[in-house]
């Protein structure tokens, strides 16, 4: 059987401040759209990373690279070149 509130009470309205601050608030800090929990790679790191991914590089990777001009990959195939034996 379905029955009528009938004892409810009314919510108080909430009183506003009357006095505004004359200072401005202070800006928002900008909020990065990253993941809070991503992690940022310092230099070095960044620096350590790329050098294990050239190390794990196929010769003909750097060879493509090479030849599209990447200009590390073109030093690198010259080191190799210059450190073989010259053959008699």
Do not use: C, Y
């Not at 309205?13 to 310092?42: F, L």
């Not at 790329?50 to 030093?75: F, H, Y």
């Amino acid at each position: 059987m379905i029955t009528a509130v009938s004892n409810a009470t009314a919510s108080q309205p909430v009183a506003q401040p009357t006095s505004t601050p004359s200072a401005k608030p202070a800006a928002p800090k900008p909020t990065s759209t990253s993941n809070p929990d991503s992690v940022q790679i310092s230099q070095l790191g960044q620096t350590i990373a790329a050098a294990v991914q050239e190390d794990r590089e196929t010769p003909a990777q750097t060879a493509q690279e090479a030849n599209s001009g990447d200009s590390q990959a073109e030093r690198f195939l010259a080191r190799e070149v210059a450190a073989k034996p010259v053959a008699k």
